[in-house]
C-alpha cells in the first residue's frame, strides 16, 4: 500500500489549496479514505472522512463550509480541497486509509502566512 499526497504549500490567509493523495497496492474503491494533520506541538487530528463511494463525508467542526473532501475512484485518488484558509490551518496533511491496518502518506507541508 502506498499513499502519495501533493499539493501543500505557502498560501496567504483567505486563499485556497487542493491537496490531493494518490494510492496504489490496495483496492481503493473499497476503503474509506481519511485526511488527518497534524500541527506543531499538537496531536494528530481527523479532518475530513470519505465514504468507499463518496456518497458520505465528514468533517472536523473548524473545517465545515471551508474544506471539501472528494475522491475519483477511477485516478485512485482522493482530494481536500480548502478554502478560507487560516493561519491555524497551518499543519502537516495525511492521507490515511485502514485496510488491515492503518496506512499514511509522507505528509504535505502546508502553511498559511502573510
Known amino acids: 500500500v502506498q499513499l502519495v499526497e501533493s499539493g501543500g504549500g505557502l498560501v496567504q490567509p483567505g486563499g485556497s489549496l487542493r491537496l490531493s493523495c494518490t494510492a496504489s497496492?490496495?483496492?481503493?474503491?473499497?476503503?474509506?479514505m481519511r485526511w488527518y494533520r497534524q500541527a506543531p506541538g499538537k496531536e494528530r487530528e481527523l479532518v475530513a472522512s470519505?465514504?468507499?463511494?463518496?456518497?458520505?463525508?465528514n468533517y472536523e467542526d473548524s473545517v465545515k463550509g471551508r474544506f471539501t473532501i472528494s475522491r475519483d475512484n477511477a485516478k485512485n485518488t482522493v482530494y481536500l480541497q480548502m478554502s478560507s484558509l487560516k493561519p491555524e490551518d497551518t499543519a502537516v496533511y495525511y492521507c490515511h486509509t485502514f485496510t488491515v491496518k492503518n496506512y499514511w502518506g509522507q505528509g504535505t507541508q502546508v502553511t498559511v502566512s502573510s
Open positions: 470519505i465514504t468507499r463511494a463518496g456518497g458520505s463525508t
Open positions: 497496492g490496495f483496492a481503493f474503491s473499497n476503503y474509506a
